[in-house]
């Protein structure tokens, strides 16, 4: 097809596939806020959206995303907006009438609350690329910021969880978004995961890893949750030695507790 051009404007390919997030019909939102960083207002909004309707107490938002974020926003086949829409109840559509300006816009339906959180995940899920693309945290949106936790790489792997699964309930859970570095040079061995979000979130987030490590480094064995032990020793022991202490499949460690009757619970170290 084809595309009246102004002289001098930048020219950019539109889209030619639609996804199941795209709003098909051009058309009028009434009242919605344009988030820049901020909050969504509580009160209702109405909607002038075909197929969507906007009970009372519901809302609507925006977000101007630019063109060159849209795919990384939807992903294949929608998978990145699928679980957004699961984890907040809000409906999330984008309107690419204004893509010929290099832009679409992240219209959000919702309950207040709903629209907030799934507006602040979209925001802080462009954010953090740009801020990965350009390491410049003046990229960020206002009232949003970054932190840095350092991590053993070989711990990393409990983070990302099978195919990334855990580090996207982290990024769910806590409406933040992870990126992980790996150490090079002088600190190789020691990774860098970034966490972008609002400082409430980024709180919660570093919670959340933080709680994946112990869990997933802490070995107990004949400890009884609901009884109080008549007494406890703590010591800390060598990494070195920690293979030989749980044996495998956790077999030599199981044998201690048995012979001893005691209960051993063995936390290895985590974050540096």
Request: hydrophobic share 40%; aromatic share 4%.
């Amino acid at each position: 097809r084809s595309i009246g051009r102004n002289r001098g404007a930048p020219q950019l390919a539109l889209r030619r596939r639609a996804s199941g997030w795209d709003l098909r019909t051009a058309v009028a939102v009434v009242g919605d806020a344009t988030l820049v960083g901020g909050s969504v207002s509580s009160s209702a909004v109405p909607s002038a959206t075909p197929g969507l309707v906007s009970p009372q107490g519901s809302s609507v938002a925006s977000l101007h995303i630019e063109r060159q974020h849209i795919g990384y926003v939807v992903g294949r086949n929608g998978d990145q907006l699928k679980p957004i829409e699961v984890a907040t109840g809000a409906i999330v559509k984008l309107d690419h009438g204004t893509e010929t300006l290099g832009y679409s816009i992240c219209r959000f339906f919702g309950p207040p609350h709903a629209v907030q959180k799934a507006a602040d995940l979209i925001q802080v899920k462009v954010a953090s690329r740009k801020f990965t693309q350009r390491g410049d945290e003046r990229d960020l949106p206002e009232g949003f910021f970054v932190e840095r936790l350092k991590v053993e790489h070989k711990l990393a792997g409990y983070i990302l969880g099978r195919g990334g699964e855990t580090v996207r309930q982290i990024q769910l859970e806590s409406v933040t978004n992870l990126t992980l570095d790996k150490g090079v040079g002088p600190v190789e061995g020691i990774d860098t995961i970034s966490i972008v979000g609002r400082p409430a979130a980024i709180l919660k987030g570093k919670k959340l890893i933080c709680a994946r490590l112990n869990e997933a480094l802490t070995v107990e064995v004949g400890l009884d949750a609901w009884s109080v032990p008549e007494a406890e020793h703590e010591f800390f022991v060598d990494q070195r030695f920690i293979g030989s202490i749980l044996g495998k499949g956790h077999a030599v460690i199981r044998q201690i507790s048995e012979k001893t009757g005691c209960g051993v619970s063995l936390r290895q170290g985590t974050l540096v």
